[in-house]
T-cell receptor, first 111, second 116 residues
Framework: EDQVTQSPEALRLQEGESSSLNCSYT??????LFWYRQDPGKGPEFLFT???AGEEKEKERLKATLTKKESFLHITAPKPEDSATYLC????????????FGPGTSLSVIP | DTGVSQNPRHKITKRGQNVTFRCDPI?????LYWYRQTLGQGPEFLTY????????KSRLLSDRFSAERPKGSFSTLEIQRTEQGDSAMYLC??????????????FGSGTQLSVL
């Protein structure tokens, strides 16, 4: 069965302290891996799509990378406004194109 | 285009009552998803439409849940005989993927259901 796990569950960083979030996935065939950001009381907001191992995408202080078994979201010199829950999701080739999400990592950036 | 719209934003109901939520996707988006999210968890897939066709429904979903998307436009999610365990945020998302290679989902703000 297709599965997505994320670690850590929660992460607390000082402003400017870089770190990485992990997403591990098990799918029979990967069509795409996605990162979303979710603020409290709102729906998730799309950040990146990665399709194949070795691919990287960047947006401001965020960089997403992909291997055959996991993805990392690197946060460089975070600011308090980066505080949110970051969700990883996968779309598997054999699951009628449905997108399934991991549990998320709650990030807090302290000034 | 104002994005994905969900109504109501909040719903409080008593156990055993039926509730219905509405989702208006971004116009011309052919795919529409329903997810359920509880505190501290990621969105859990419920069901998925392509145009008016319901392509998949989660095996974890009770028969008390039903969804429709008449004419491939807005969608409704109905929960019959609600239980306290149904309390959650119900999220709707839409996308315009044509070749199954660009599943960028646009989410609404959700409907928060509380079953007393």
């Amino acid at each position: 069965e297709d599965q997505v796990t994320q670690s850590p569950e929660a992460l607390r960083l000082q402003e400017g302290e870089s770190s990485s979030l992990n997403c591990s996935y098990t799918v029979s065939g990967l069509r795409g891996l996605f990162w979303y950001r979710q603020d409290p009381g709102k729906g998730p907001e799309f950040l990146f799509t990665l399709y194949s191992a070795g691919e990287e995408k960047e947006k401001e202080r965020l960089k997403a990378t992909l291997t055959k078994k996991e993805s990392f979201l690197h946060i460089t010199a975070p600011k308090p406004e980066d505080s949110a829950t970051y969700l990883c999701a996968v779309q598997a080739v054999t699951s009628y194109d449905k997108v399934i999400f991991g549990p998320g990592t709650s990030l807090s950036v302290i000034p | 285009d104002t994005g994905v719209s969900q109504n109501p934003r909040h719903k409080i109901t008593k156990r055993g009552q039926n509730v219905t939520f509405r989702c208006d996707p971004i116009s011309e988006h052919n795919r529409l998803y329903w997810y359920r999210q509880t505190l501290g968890q990621g969105p859990e897939f419920l069901t998925y439409f392509q145009n008016e066709a319901q392509l998949e429904k989660s095996r974890l979903l009770s028969d008390r849940f039903s969804a429709e998307r008449p004419k491939g436009s807005f969608s409704t999610l109905e929960i019959q005989r609600t239980e306290q365990g149904d309390s959650a945020m119900y999220l709707c998302a839409s996308s315009s993927a044509e070749a199954s290679t660009n599943e960028k989902l646009f989410f609404g703000s959700g409907t928060q259901l509380s079953v007393l």
